[in-house]
């Protein structure tokens, strides 16, 4: 055997082609579970072992960390871990976060920039709103993200708003924008606007990438958007050395502003794009991928696709009505249970996926009632946690003065006697003097606006933080250079210090009863060591520290994962995975397809529109729902179902007549009944068994 043949042994010819194709940009097309993302890893071994490239020019992009981290483990495990080293698997949003960092200073930014999470921008929304109406609120903040997204300025906005609601956001947009700038953060949006802008801008920095990125590598491509699309455009350049996979039937981001026709859009952008498509399914029986078939067929098509499993027919795909949602959480974990059993299967190998977040709480009181360990993504985040704000809120603080909206919080978390009056004053002359809050609180003319008292205490506040800049290895206002990098003492030591002094634990006891105040203490010494740990383990120092965090509460909810337990996830989250055994829970008319909002009001031609493409949107989520399952597939749907105080008499979803089950005459609400006398047994055996520990 060759090389190459090792490197691409096991893949079928068309997944070989598409590894070994090198002459120019290439589009792997094809549905669920064929194999492109085992295209993506294979290739990356090709490039390092076999064509010699450096690990550091190669480069590829997931949807989200996990995905990455995934990659890595199967590049591992091809490769070692020597050859990889340098090599760069990434989010769109952390390579955001390293190419504003290492070119801050051409972007006007210092490099220690704040990264606003969804709250930060809402609240500085919200301030030039002036609107407490949270729907409102998130309708500007959503539009905003919308043109960010679409590369829009707030020139662009302006032009392109027809509605007063559009026009009044566009002039929020503006504000907005200067607001952050003033703070020296970003938001979300920017991690990629940013860089895309500046490549665009800027032909020395646009070279200097180019060079430094050799190959490209991007997976789920259906889900870009439009300034990632330019910002992978701008990365390739004239080249244009780069793989992307993609199934337009799995776009299921619209909704953030992710266009599928960026798919089609490569084809007419690069005439001589070698178009691969893949028809073997690997993953799943031929049920379960009829099934899908069946559903995706119903959407109108970018492009012609097959799929075919030579898995076999595997079991009947099952259905159930529940009476209630509660009924319906504790038949899927009794199932689990029994089939845990029935199967010698791990819990690993069973997911419960659920169109809307808020089904996982009664899902995880179910499970924790059987003694069924879990693990759950797409939740609330741990950096969510107001607790975890508080603190980082400090961090941030430490890390870059410009931040007010951490100033703002810190400085009132734990209470030192300073309120809205004093903040407004201090805000009213930092505006007039063109300063951040905290750069503020020190100017020699401070006290004329702010009474003795609280300045003592602004004071004691901001000399603290500054102490604190100093030994992290920074002065307020001065880049860091490896010099006082070196002399920087150790993150963990600095943590400690900064909880011991702001006396937060004596807060939380104060502020709560007894025992929220211990799990909000446990919270933070969590955050705490899990810092320690990254510093150590990843040589971070404090302000990588905070921008990594800022990451991760954005786009990972709440990974941290239990290594054997079953997996809860939202049907977004679940894109790209795979689990032998999959309980699709909800599966009734108004959660899927979900209801969504009535914002097309008035038009009824653009609502009917609207309506329909929201349809095919949601029956793309249901694809990616059937297409995670491997050897078993079980749909469940709730009679009734309560929504905040009322009680809804629901519908199966149309999803399920569209799967085209055969003898899907709907089976009896009665668990019991459908659970053979084996499976009973084994479920009881499972409720008995002692050693099961719940994940939480
Ligand atoms: N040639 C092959 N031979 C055997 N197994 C394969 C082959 N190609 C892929 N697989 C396996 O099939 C499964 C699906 O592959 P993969 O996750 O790469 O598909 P995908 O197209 O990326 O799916 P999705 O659209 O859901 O992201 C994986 O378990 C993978 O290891
Ligand atoms: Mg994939």
Redesign the pocket.
């Known amino acids: 055997m060759t090389t190459a043949e090792i490197f691409t042994a096991?893949?079928?010819p068309m997944?070989k082609e598409a590894v070994l194709y090198l002459n120019g940009p290439c589009l792997v097309l094809?549905g669920?579970?064929?194999?492109?993302?085992?295209v993506i890893t294979q290739k990356i071994a090709y490039l390092l072992q076999v064509c010699g490239y450096p690990a550091r020019g190669v480069l590829a992009l997931t949807f989200t960390n996990k995905a990455a981290r995934e990659m890595a483990h199967r590049i591992q495990s091809l490769l070692g871990k020597g050859p990889t080293k340098g090599l760069t698997l990434s989010t769109f949003h952390s390579l955001g976060v390293r190419m504003l960092r290492e070119e801050a200073e051409l972007l006007g930014l210092k490099r220690e920039f704040s990264i606003l999470d969804a709250e930060d921008a809402l609240g500085i929304i919200q301030d030039m709103l002036a609107t407490t109406d949270k729907g409102r609120l998130r309708g500007a903040a959503h539009t905003i993200s919308l043109w960010k997204n679409a590369l829009m300025g707030p020139d662009e906005a302006e032009r392109a708003a027809q509605t007063p609601t559009e026009l009044d956001a566009a002039r929020v947009y503006r504000s907005y924008e200067a607001t952050l700038k003033a703070y020296q953060a970003v938001d979300f949006d920017d991690l990629v606007k940013l860089p895309a802008q500046l490549l665009e801008q800027n032909e020395e920095a646009r070279l200097r990438w180019q060079h430094r990125i050799r190959y490209l590598l991007v997976d789920e491509y259906q889900d870009t958007n439009a300034c990632q699309y330019r910002l992978v455009q701008l990365l390739t350049g004239e080249r244009a050395m780069f793989t992307a996979v993609g199934?337009d039937d799995?776009a299921i981001y619209a909704w953030r502003g992710a266009t599928m026709e960026n798919l089609a859009r490569l084809t007419t952008d690069y005439t001589g794009i070698k178009v691969i498509k893949l028809e073997q399914n690997?993953?799943s029986v031929q049920r379960i991928l009829q099934a899908a078939n069946n559903v995706i067929t119903r959407n109108p098509k970018l492009f012609e696709k097959q799929l075919w499993s030579d898995l076999g027919v595997g079991e009947p795909i099952t259905v159930k009505p529940m009476d209630n949602e509660e009924a319906e959480a504790e038949s899927v974990g009794m199932q689990i249970s029994a089939g845990r059993f029935e199967r010698q299967a791990e819990w690993r190998d069973f997911a419960i996926l659920y169109r809307s977040n808020h089904q996982a709480r009664i899902l995880e009181q179910a499970l924790r009632s059987l003694n069924i360990p879990y693990s759950i993504s797409g939740g609330q985040s741990f950096f969510d946690k107001a607790e975890i704000r508080d603190i980082l809120s400090y961090l941030r603080l430490i890390a870059n003065d410009n931040d007010d909206p951490a100033f703002i919080r810190a400085v009132t978390t734990p209470k030192r006697g300073i309120g809205r009056q004093t903040l407004l004053a201090l805000g009213e002359y930092a505006v007039s003097k063109k300063l951040s809050l905290f750069m503020a609180i020190f100017e020699p003319d401070i006290g004329e606006y702010i009474p003795e008292r609280q300045l003592q205490s602004l004071l004691t506040f901001g000399r603290f933080i500054q102490n604190m800049q100093k030994r992290a290895g920074r002065r307020a206002g001065q880049p860091r250079d490896a010099e006082r990098q070196a002399q920087a003492e150790p993150a963990g030591l600095l943590l400690d210090e900064l909880l011991r002094v702001i006396n937060y634990e004596h807060y939380l006891y104060d502020m709560f009863e007894e025992k929220p105040a211990e799990t909000r203490w446990l919270n933070v010494l969590e955050l705490v060591s899990w810092l320690k740990r990254k510093a150590e383990e990843d040589g971070m120092s404090l302000y990588e520290l905070v921008q990594h965090i800022a990451l991760i509460s954005m786009l990972e909810r709440g990974e941290e994962e239990e290594p054997n337990a079953v997996k809860l996830s939202t049907l977004h989250a679940s894109k790209?995975l795979?689990y032998p055994h999959v309980y699709l829970v909800g599966v009734e008319e108004g959660l899927l397809p979900h209801q969504g909002r009535d914002d097309e009001e008035g038009d009824p031609e653009r609502a009917e529109e609207s309506l329909s493409t929201r349809i095919q949107e949601e029956r793309r989520l249901m694809y990616v729902g059937i297409?995670r399952a491997q050897r078993s597939l079980h749909l469940s749907w709730c009679r009734r179902r309560r929504r905040a105080r009322e009680d809804l008499v629901r519908e199966p979803s149309r999803f399920i007549e569209e799967m085209g089950l055969e003898g899907a005459a709907p089976q009896q609400a009665d668990e019991h009944a459908a659970l053979s006398p084996r499976e009973r047994l084994g479920m009881l055996k499972a409720l008995l068994d002692g050693k099961n520990k719940t994940a939480r």
């Open positions: 096991g893949l079928n997944q094809a669920a579970g064929s194999g492109k993302t085992r199934d799995q690997y993953r790209g795979e297409t």
